[in-house]
């Protein structure tokens, strides 16, 4: 724990003296009761039992994401997600619709490493959902066709040009990542894809991804919220046992991967400003450094005390905005800075004065311990406030448990945060920012020199 | 990862794939575990109950305790919005709650940031189209010094010039992003064509924020923010007894004049039927929205309209988006629906398509709206299938503290009857068929249609002259290109 002590001592005020005592039964420290076992098949179950409110959370969290698709399949686990919302052979021809109809709030979403699908109902309806997710387990293929899934790739291609074609820098994420991890990496590619593969799937590809990755033995269930224990397991029992067990599918694995040395990409779009976003390669998800990486994001660029925003947005202001985020992943991490210059100024400028500021935390002005306790407490209390809902304790269940191999992790995972110190926030600093780095310029097409390329983006090395 | 192990040990006590198929003889439990489950027994749902208190400067306080966390949230919500923005200085009511932040008392907003990251709280300002907020939330163990800060905030804002400097310019500038994001263009469209030069069709200009200044926010903090303009929503693990004294102490004798009474909202109806058209060259996706003034909260068919409104477009299951999308694969998504605040709301549409399918998608689009009208009223079905959905989705509604403090204020701020909440439920069960069919006649008149479209001009400009409908071409102001 944060010494409590401490901290309101560096802020000189008393406060015991009119904070009521809290009467909730999480006051010690933030956990999420839970108890976790295995079918037979392999299907990891975690059940996390939560009498507030009559609604129950489930959440079929499957081990496979863009991570783990072929060359020339890029956007494919992806599109695969929507196809599971197109019926399975018991459910009828659309998911939505019985769940909708018992006020379900249902959704699905696919990242580099996994895909997951969920449905908050009423508890009364939670048999419903454990049928329904099992279903598109055990029995997706026979309700397949082909209409479907030209339907579908139609539908991922819109969401394509909706959330990465059409909005100003839409595609900005895209040209990092590819930059930022060498061809033929996992995540070289982002999870949307490349629209020419999205055209190109088809339904032989699609059957083929099922048999390899949607299996009891790839997945776990988590339901979370008011329910009776003894009576989901054999409703759990019930719906996933029959499903059988699979051949253990072979993940996506990397070797840990660097940038070779700094790299500049300048584009320039249909954009109103001028923007920019560093990237560094940095720890994966829950290995050491990727707390302290957060505290460093906190002091560098959270708020309008830190670092960053004081020298480059309030006092010299070439900085319209700036941001420093660790973007954590199962097989490595991207260290992302980024920001708007401000009218009549460079992101350049920017740029050149915000590694002036990092170089002088790294060195010469280390953070303080004001500054340590701060970011600290700022992680604390996002702990707490992942309890409120069924729907955020069943994902930071499902996340732990196949993340950090325990659904247990939540004590874990905020020790990391409190133990870190002021050397270790310095020195995961100076061990990922020292590195090369891919730095990437979207300017306006105003701003385009007349002799820069006309189509394809100016790419420079330097240094 | 501790998962291969677990597999590796359950592979050893028999693998489910070579299992034979079950006995004839016995029941088939893979096949009664086949059919669709109906629902357990319903259990029951009690909704949280709210105490309201005075302070004593006459401030009403509502407290929603609820000990599952030990966190709190409050909020002051006010009586102010875009209609309190003077003609000329459009936006200072959100740029004032915004600056609250920025130095309040003896504070700077680097000191004030820098205490609140030490507590782990988190103060939020900032106002919309017809309310304003002051809120703080935290945990419960820090609530008195975060009470301390929003209390200074509220109380002793300072309006720093040099800090409205930055925010100016960040406000300029987001003018301008705004006109290149295909959504903010189209919204903004079809307010300011459906509004005209009243608050709701205005927005702030480059001009309108060169014009601010400390002075008018200070100015207009002095007019309007009191407690007669005001309720103070608490929530959290914190009961009325534990809060109102801490509050009584600190904001109690806090009681500045507020003067002014609310204008008349001058709500102009736009003349419809006519498509406005705003080029995005280049543009991977047209964005389409159509939108015609209704109703308010309070009228007799409100409940009418919205089941209506949720069988033609509001959910994923509606009409629209299952033509659209799950049909037709023109979208990631179309959706309907009713806004409503103070006085007058609006009922419209919203989808992004690709770009050469947009007349095709606005053909589709107009007709689920007429048939609706016409050859295809909502069914009994359809109606059924959504007074389904709100009943069970109720108790959900109310998970959160923040949910709940989001309900009472919109209670109050819209002035709906006290018992609102518990009235819903009946409200929606109650609406038939012919009355949702009725209200969709009532409400919605085709030829009253504003319709928005964004989009690439070499493309898609000319199909839209097949549309039946006077088109005419805007810039990113509204004005009218001519010639276009």
């Given at each position: ?15 015991g ?5 809290s009467?909730?039964?999480?006051a010690q ?8 076992y ?8 975690i059940?996390?039992p ?9 959440q ?57 699908y ?13 049928f ?6 055990g029995?997706f ?16 291609l819109?969401?394509?040009?909706q ?16 930059a ?25 590809s699609v ?5 390899t990755?949607?299996l ?14 003894k009576q989901a ?13 699979g ?15 700094n ?15 560093a990237a560094?390669?940095?720890p ?6 990727d707390?302290?990486?957060?505290l ?24 319209k ?8 992943m ?5 260290y992302?800075?980024?920001g ?31 500054e340590?306790?701060?970011a ?6 996002g ?5 409120t ?6 994902m930071?269940?499902s ?8 659904p247990d992790?939540m ?11 002021t050397?270790?926030v ?10 090369p ?15 820069a390329p ?10 | 990862?501790?998962l ?20 004839a ?14 629902p ?5 749902f009690?909704m949280?109950?709210?105490e309201t ?12 305790t609820?000990?599952?966390v030990?966190l709190?949230?409050?909020r002051?919500?006010l ?9 000329g ?5 959100e740029?004032t709650f ?5 130095g309040a008392?003896d ?12 507590l ?37 804002p300072?309006?720093?010039a ?11 500038a987001?003018?301008k992003?705004?006109?290149e ?28 924020y ?11 903090y ?10 103070l929503?608490v ?12 509050l009584d ?16 909202a ?13 080029d ?17 909260r ?6 009418p309209?919205?089941m ?13 988006n299952?033509?659209?999308?799950e ?8 959706r ?6 103070d006085g ?11 770009t ?8 589709q689009?107009?007709k ?24 069970n ?14 309900e ?7 002035g ?13 069960q109650a609406v038939t ?21 964004v989009g ?12 039946g ?11 009218v290109?001519?010639?276009?």
């Amino acid at each position: 724990m944060i010494p409590l002590a401490l901290m309101m001592t560096s802020l000189g005020t008393a406060v015991g003296a009119d904070a009521p005592a809290s009467t909730a039964a999480a006051a010690q420290a933030p956990s999420i009761p839970n108890e976790e076992y295995t079918l037979d098949n392999g299907l990891q179950v975690i059940l996390a039992p939560d009498d507030s409110t009559p609604i129950v959370f489930v959440q079929v969290w499957y081990k496979v994401g863009s991570a783990d698709e072929k060359p020339g399949l890029t956007g494919f686990a992806h599109l695969f997600e929507h196809l599971m919302f197109q019926g399975s052979e018991h459910t009828g021809p659309e998911y939505f619709t019985p769940l909708q109809k018992i006020g379900g709030e249902v959704n699905g979403s696919t990242s580099f490493d996994r895909t997951e699908y969920h449905e908050q109902v009423p508890s009364q309806y939670l048999p419903l959902a454990l049928f329904m997710e099992s279903d598109r387990m055990g029995w997706f293929l026979p309700a397949l066709d082909q209409s479907k899934l030209d339907n579908q790739r139609q539908v991922v291609l819109n969401e394509r040009r909706q959330n990465y074609e059409n909005p100003p820098y839409g595609s900005a994420m895209l040209d990092l990542y590819a930059a930022a991890w060498p061809e033929g990496h996992p995540y070289h590619h982002m999870p949307i894809g490349s629209a020419a593969d999205i055209e190109h799937a088809d339904l032989a590809s699609v059957q083929g991804f099922f048999k390899t990755w949607y299996l009891p033995n790839n997945a776990s269930l988590v339901i979370s919220g008011s329910f009776d224990e003894k009576q989901a397991k054999a409703l759990v029992e019930k719906y996933f046992g029959a499903i059988p067990k699979g051949t253990d599918p072979q993940h996506a694995t990397a070797q840990a991967a660097a940038i070779p040395q700094n790299k500049v990409i300048r584009e320039y779009q249909d954009v109103p400003e001028r923007k920019f976003w560093a990237a560094w390669i940095s720890p994966k998800l829950y290995a050491p450094g990727d707390a302290d990486l957060d505290l460093l994001s906190m002091v560098l660029a959270g708020g309008k005390d830190s670092r960053l925003y004081q020298v480059l947005v309030k006092d010299k202001q070439i900085a319209k905005d700036i941001s420093a985020r660790q973007f954590s992943m199962g097989l490595g991490s991207l260290y992302i800075l980024s920001g708007t210059a401000a009218k009549g100024h460079t992101t350049d400028e920017v740029l050149e004065e915000a590694d002036q500021v990092i170089g002088h935390l790294l060195s010469d002005q280390p953070p303080t311990d004001e500054e340590i306790q701060a970011a600290k407490s700022s992680y604390e209390v996002g702990f707490y406030q992942g309890l409120t809902t069924v729907t955020g304790k069943g994902m930071q269940l499902s996340s732990y448990n196949a993340m950090a191999g325990t659904p247990d992790y939540m004590a874990k995972d905020l020790a990391r945060y409190q133990q870190a110190t002021t050397d270790d926030v310095v020195s995961w600093g100076q061990k990922v920012l020292r590195q090369p780095r891919v730095l990437l310029h979207i300017w306006p097409l105003a701003d385009k020199p007349a002799d820069a390329p006309a189509d394809a983006p100016q790419d420079e090395e330097n240094k | 990862m501790r998962l291969p192990t677990l597999i590796a040990l359950l592979a050893l006590t028999g693998c489910p794939k070579t299992t034979p198929p079950q006995a004839a003889a016995q029941p088939a439990p893979a096949e009664a575990a086949r059919t669709m489950p109906g629902p357990l027994a319903t259990p029951a749902f009690k909704m949280p109950t709210t105490e309201t208190r005075t302070l004593s400067n006459g401030l009403k306080v509502v407290v929603a305790t609820n000990h599952e966390v030990p966190l709190f949230d409050l909020r002051l919500v006010l009586d102010v919005g875009d209609w309190t923005d003077p003609k000329g200085k459009d936006g200072l009511t959100e740029v004032t709650f915004d600056m609250l932040n920025e130095g309040a008392g003896d504070l700077t907003a680097e000191q004030l940031s820098r205490k609140l990251k030490l507590l782990g709280s988190n103060l939020y300002t900032g106002a919309n189209v017809d309310s304003a907020y002051v809120g703080a939330s935290g945990l419960v163990k820090n609530m008195g010094p975060t009470l301390d800060l929003w209390t200074t905030v509220l109380t002793q804002p300072t309006f720093p010039a040099d800090e409205w400097t930055v925010l100016q310019k960040r406000d300029i500038a987001n003018v301008k992003v705004q006109k290149e994001e295909p959504n903010s263009i189209a919204r903004q469209t079809a307010y300011r064509i459906l509004y005209g030069d009243s608050y709701r069709g205005r927005y702030p200009t480059e001009a309108s924020y060169q014009a601010i200044s400390p002075k008018d926010m200070t100015m207009f903090y002095h007019r309007w923010v009191g407690p007669e303009n005001a309720v103070l929503f608490v929530g959290g693990d914190v009961t009325a007894d534990q809060i109102v004294p801490l509050l009584d102490k600190r904001i109690g004798s806090w009681d500045p004049d507020v003067t002014e009474a609310k204008p008349q909202a001058d709500l102009k109806m736009s003349e419809g039927g006519t498509l406005y058209f705003v080029d995005k060259p280049g543009a991977a996706q047209s964005v389409l929205r159509v939108m015609l003034p209704v109703g308010t909260r309070q009228d007799a068919d409100f409940f009418p309209l919205l089941m209506a409104n949720e069988a033609l477009g509001g959910e994923f299951t509606s009409r629209i988006n299952m033509n659209l999308r799950e049909d037709k694969g023109y979208t990631y998504g179309a959706r309907c629906f009713l806004g409503n605040w103070d006085g007058p709301g609006v009922w419209g549409c919203v989808t992004s398509v690709q770009t050469k399918v947009t007349v095709p998608a606005l053909e589709q689009l107009k007709k689920e709206i007429t048939d609706a009208l016409s050859t295809r009223p909502i069914e009994p079905r359809e109606l059924t299938y959504f007074q389904s959905m709100e009943v069970n989705a109720f108790p959900a509604n109310y998970e959160t503290t923040g949910q709940i403090l989001d309900e009472q204020a919109t209670i109050w701020r819209y002035g709906l009857p006290t018992d609102w909440a518990e009235q819903y439920l009946p409200h929606v069960q109650a609406v038939t068929v012919d009355e949702a069919n009725q209200a969709l006649k009532d409400r919605i008149d085709p030829s009253k249609l504003v319709w928005v479209v964004v989009g690439d001009k070499k493309t898609v400009y000319d199909g839209l002259k097949t549309l039946g409908l006077k088109v005419v071409q805007l810039d990113r102001d509204g004005n009218v290109v001519q010639g276009g």
